[in-house]
């Protein structure tokens, strides 16, 4: 009946991780009682969140009775030069979690798993140490998470996925922009819940139907945070402040559903929001309330942002492929400072 110890810091979680633990899985198969223990290791100092890691891997196995997930959360030392009984301290961890056996297996992708099983007294099973059958490296991924984003483990992709909303005016270019970039910035793009609902339902707009329109554009938003995975960002052509501005604008509703839809927006806002330039032609829309004119400036939606001390960037150009390029590089900057202390983090 032997077990299966897999040690683990996972500063980024990813697909190499858990390639690991289905190894281990495999190497238990033939016992039905023997049980995979992932010792997920977290310290203060360290970039991400350690419950948020080690949440992440057990929510990965959460209906797999043959793995135990546990959590060492400890300033421990990392390498042997750090401590003089360094492999004994660390084989007393690994104790705290697990009645080790001669017969079990201590299973790593390194070749310090050698001198932990020693010390443990049990068995060393190496795993893709060359990294040729999943051929992912935590470092590389931390790196460079843009790039890396699929490999990283999709029940942590969220924590790190950023949300844009392209906010403003009506037609001034929010769809039209935020699907490009979607297209190119390898995103995905989620339209506006109430255009789609009111060009099934009736261009008619009553309490009723905006009560409507802030749960299900509430939906889509928690659908897409948390049910979308392998690419870094989520662009939408509109958010719920985008909901509560029009609300607003439409002068409809109780004062308890001005409080829904304002409740809702804050429990779902976004990381970044784009403010689109209003200086450009306006494109006549049934399903606007302006008609076949704009009802709000730019400056409303600008106001609306400041009023909830939501983080935004305001275009400056009119010409679709000067905006284009400017949210472009807006976008790798806004990027590049929420992860830099991941990204430049050394062990």
């Not at 401590?83 to 084989?91: L, M, R, T």
Request: with cysteine; proline share 4%; hydrophobic share 35%.
């Amino acid at each position: 009946m032997p077990n299966a110890i897999v040690l683990m810091t996972a500063l980024v979680p990813t697909i190499g991780h858990k390639y690991l633990i289905d190894y281990a899985k495999n190497l238990i198969s033939d016992s039905w009682k023997g049980k995979v223990h992932v010792i997920v290791g977290t310290m203060d100092r360290e970039p991400v969140d350690g419950k948020l890691r080690y949440y992440s891997i057990g929510d990965t196995y959460l209906h797999d009775r043959n793995v135990v997930v546990h959590h060492l959360h400890r300033d421990v030392p990392q390498e042997p030069d750090e401590h003089p009984d360094f492999w004994n301290q660390w084989s007393r961890i690994v104790r705290e979690f697990v009645d080790v056996q001669p017969e079990d297996y201590f299973v790593a992708s390194e070749l310090y798993g050698m001198d932990m099983a020693r010390v443990l007294g049990c068995k060393f099973m190496p795993c893709n140490r060359y990294r040729e059958t999943v051929p992912v490296k935590g470092t590389d991924v931390r790196q460079n998470l843009l790039s890396n984003f699929d490999q990283i483990l999709p029940e942590f992709q969220k924590h790190i996925r950023k949300v844009v909303t392209i906010f403003g005016a009506e037609s001034c270019g929010k769809t039209t922009m935020a699907r490009a970039l979607a297209n190119d910035l390898n995103g995905h793009f989620v339209p506006e819940w109430a255009r789609e609902y009111l060009e099934t339902v009736g261009a008619e707009v009553t309490d009723d139907r905006m009560r409507d329109i802030v749960q299900g554009q509430a939906a889509l938003q928690k659908t897409a945070r948390n049910d979308l995975f392998n690419k870094p960002f989520v662009f939408q052509d509109t958010d719920l402040f985008s909901t509560v501005g029009y609300y607003r604008l439409w002068g409809g509703g109780t004062d308890q559903d001005l409080d829904v839809a304002e409740h809702s927006a804050k429990q779902l806002k976004s990381d970044f929001y784009i403010v689109m330039n209003d200086n450009i032609p306006f494109e006549a829309d049934p399903l606007r309330y302006g008609g076949d004119k704009r009802e709000s400036g730019m400056q409303y939606w600008i106001d609306l942002l400041d009023e909830f001390k939501l983080p935004y960037y305001v275009v400056k150009n009119t010409d679709w492929t000067m905006q284009y390029l400017e949210v472009c590089s807006t976008l790798q900057h806004f990027w590049n400072k929420e992860t830099a202390h991941i990204c430049d983090y050394i062990r």
